[in-house]
């Protein structure tokens, strides 16, 4: 505890889904917190001793949120599910370049000992996720280089950026790829939310308002695995005081089809839904995370089955659909009534 007391961490992102969860660990823990992001946690407060509203594409802001700090948690990016980052590929490469790159030398700059970089699944070849009964992906296999869309061959420069600092300046770099992250208090709409996030508000909503047809993008057979956001903070804990400097994947390794994710949480939700295949953005086909170095570095992989995980999500989902349909109700009862 001596030591964490007297350590300064920043958690850049911290406005957002896994950032603020990160910062409430770290402060069970007993560190000193300075959260940094574009706007607030939307959903609930943050535990962060400093909050700083800041602009990290900007080089003065990046000094301004590292100055006096030890440990940095790096998770600011323009980022979404698979309806965002096939969509906006100019603007994503362009705001995470500069995020990168300056918090990184900005970091350099004032002395901070350990830096963590959060990359993606999406840094490995499309052409190893063609089949839905996909290899699970080894950390190795990241090249030759193909990654999926402008969003991933940013996490793949980035990473070497890292790699790089830590050959030429000695910092100590942490990179993590996460395989699809969901939980309560994430984007669950506006068109960033991922799979879990944007089916648990479809199912909610078709159970609160009795039309049980949701739409699903594809034909449900692409796959994916999908990690609790608990256990994503305390693997990023761990590889953070580990002395590991290579990427680690930070996944679950069960691999589920987009319709076995429906079913599931309809029945959290306790309702039947038909499923209504439709166009949509589908990244590739499958993808699963191979943990045989996570298990060797950290002797540890996430533990929270998917079927807890989706209980805790969709309930706090239903909860939001729930206020957002009693909005639209009083507004309609508003408008008739002027
Ligand atoms: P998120 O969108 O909820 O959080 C990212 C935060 O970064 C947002 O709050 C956003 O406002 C902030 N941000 C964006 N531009 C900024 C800027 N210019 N200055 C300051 N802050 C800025 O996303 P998340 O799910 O919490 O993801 C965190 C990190 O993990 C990201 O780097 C993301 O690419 C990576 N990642 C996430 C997943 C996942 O499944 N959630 C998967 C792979 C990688
Ligand atoms: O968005 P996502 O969770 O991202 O989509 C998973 C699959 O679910 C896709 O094939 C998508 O077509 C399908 N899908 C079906 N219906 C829907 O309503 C829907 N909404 C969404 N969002 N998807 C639907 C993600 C990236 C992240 C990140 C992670 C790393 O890719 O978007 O930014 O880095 O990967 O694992 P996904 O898993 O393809």
Redesign the pocket.
């Given at each position: 505890m001596a030591v964490r007391q007297g350590t300064h961490v920043l958690v850049t992102g911290a406005g957002g889904f896994i950032g603020h969860h990160l910062v409430t660990f770290l402060k069970g823990q007993g560190y000193w917190v300075r959260g940094v992001d574009l706007k607030h946690p939307e959903y609930s407060r943050t535990d962060a001793d400093e909050f700083e509203i800041l602009d990290l594409r900007r080089w003065p802001d990046c000094l301004e949120a590292t100055r006096g700090i030890d440990e940095v948690y790096s998770l600011a990016a323009d980022?979404?599910?698979?309806?965002f980052?096939s969509q906006h590929h100019a603007e994503i490469l362009h705001n995470n370049v500069l995020i990168s790159t300056h918090m990184l030398e900005a970091s350099r700059r004032n002395g901070a000992n350990r830096y963590l970089y959060t990359s993606?699944?999406?840094v490995y070849p499309e052409y190893r996720q063609t089949d839905a009964n996909v290899v699970p992906l080894r950390e190795d296999e990241a090249y030759p280089a193909a990654p999926q869309d402008a969003?991933g061959w940013e996490k793949l420069v980035s990473e070497r950026l890292c790699l790089h600092y830590h050959e030429d300046y000695k910092l100590d770099t942490r990179v993590v790829r996460?395989?699809?992250i969901f939980g309560p208090l994430g984007t669950w709409d506006g068109g960033r939310?991922?799979?879990?996030a944007?089916?648990c508000r479809?199912i909610a909503t078709a159970k609160l308002t009795g039309q049980h047809e949701i739409?699903?993008?594809?034909d449900?057979e692409?796959t994916?695995s999908f990690c609790y956001i608990d256990d994503c903070v305390l693997g990023l804990y761990k590889l953070m005081r580990s002395d590991y400097a290579e990427p680690l994947n930070l996944?679950q390794d069960r691999m589920v089809s987009?319709n076995e994710l429906a079913n599931l949480i309809a029945a959290c939700a306790g309702v039947e839904v038909t499923r209504r295949h439709v166009a949509?953005?589908?990244?590739?086909r499958g993808?699963n995370s191979d943990n045989t170095r996570l298990l060797d570095v950290l002797g540890w992989q996430p533990e929270i089955s998917l079927e807890d995980g989706l209980a805790r999500t969709y309930a706090w989902i239903e909860g939001r659909v729930r206020e957002s349909l009693a909005a639209t109700d009083r507004r309609e009862l508003y408008a008739d009534a002027v």
């Open positions: 980022m979404g599910g698979m309806g980052i993606s699944a999406c969003y996460f395989h699809n939310e991922k799979a879990p944007a089916l479809k739409d699903i993008w594809g449900g692409q994916r996944g987009i949509g953005p589908q990244g590739v993808r």
